[in-house]
C-alpha cells in the first residue's frame, strides 16, 4: 500500500480513545481492555512514560484526521548479538473498516525503517498463539516463528 492519505505520526494524548477502543476491537482485546469514560488514569499514566522514554515511541496511522492503526516500537539495547539493538513491534491494531486494504503492512513497512533507522539488526514481535491469520500476515512480512514466548502475569 503506497496510501499518500494515510501518514504515520506520533500519537498524542488526544488519540487514546481512539487507540484503545482499537485494542479493544478484537475478541482477546475486548476481555482486556476498558472503555470507561472517562478514560482510566491507567492509559494517561501509561502514555506519559511512554512518551518521556525515547527508546519507545507510540505511533498513530492517521486517514482525513481519524486514527485509523496504531502500534507500539521499542527500541532495546542489548550484550546479545555482539551489543545489538532490537525493535519490539506491539500492539499493532487496524481499524476494522481499513482490515485487508494494505494498511497494515504498510504500518509494518514503516517500523521496519525506523529501526533501520535507530540502527537495530533484529525487528521481533510477539503474538497471541489464538491469533493465526496474524502469525501467517507477519510470515508474509518475513517474519519466522523461531522462538516460543513465555508470559506470567504478575
Known amino acids: 500500500m503506497n496510501d499518500a492519505s494515510v501518514k504515520m505520526r506520533p500519537a498524542d494524548e488526544?488519540?487514546?480513545?481512539?487507540?484503545i477502543a482499537s485494542l479493544a476491537d478484537d475478541p482477546l482485546g475486548a476481555t482486556r481492555e476498558d472503555l470507561s469514560d472517562p478514560l482510566s488514569a491507567s492509559y494517561q499514566s501509561a502514555f506519559a512514560a511512554i512518551a518521556e522514554d525515547p527508546n519507545q515511541f507510540l505511533a498513530v496511522a492517521e486517514r482525513d484526521g481519524a486514527v485509523v492503526g496504531t502500534l507500539q516500537l521499542s527500541h532495546m539495547p542489548g550484550l546479545a548479538r555482539r551489543g545489538?539493538?532490537?525493535?519490539?513491534?506491539?500492539?499493532?491494531?487496524?481499524?476494522?473498516?481499513?482490515?485487508?486494504?494494505?494498511?497494515?503492512?504498510?504500518?509494518?513497512?514503516?517500523?521496519?525503517?525506523?529501526?533501520?533507522?535507530?540502527?537495530?539488526?533484529?525487528?521481533?514481535?510477539?503474538?497471541?498463539?489464538?491469533?493465526?491469520?496474524?502469525?501467517?500476515?507477519?510470515?508474509?512480512?518475513?517474519?519466522?516463528?523461531?522462538?516460543?514466548?513465555?508470559?506470567?502475569?504478575?
Open 14 to 19: 488526544s488519540d487514546l480513545p481512539a487507540i
Open 84 to 154: 545489538a539493538w532490537r525493535g519490539q513491534i506491539e500492539a499493532v491494531r487496524v481499524a476494522a473498516a481499513s482490515r485487508g486494504s494494505g494498511l497494515g503492512r504498510m504500518m509494518f513497512e514503516w517500523a521496519i525503517a525506523e529501526c533501520r533507522k535507530k540502527g537495530c539488526t533484529l525487528v521481533q514481535l510477539t503474538s497471541d498463539n489464538a491469533r493465526p491469520d496474524a502469525h501467517r500476515f507477519y510470515e508474509s512480512l518475513g517474519f519466522v516463528g523461531s522462538h516460543t514466548g513465555f508470559k506470567l502475569s504478575v
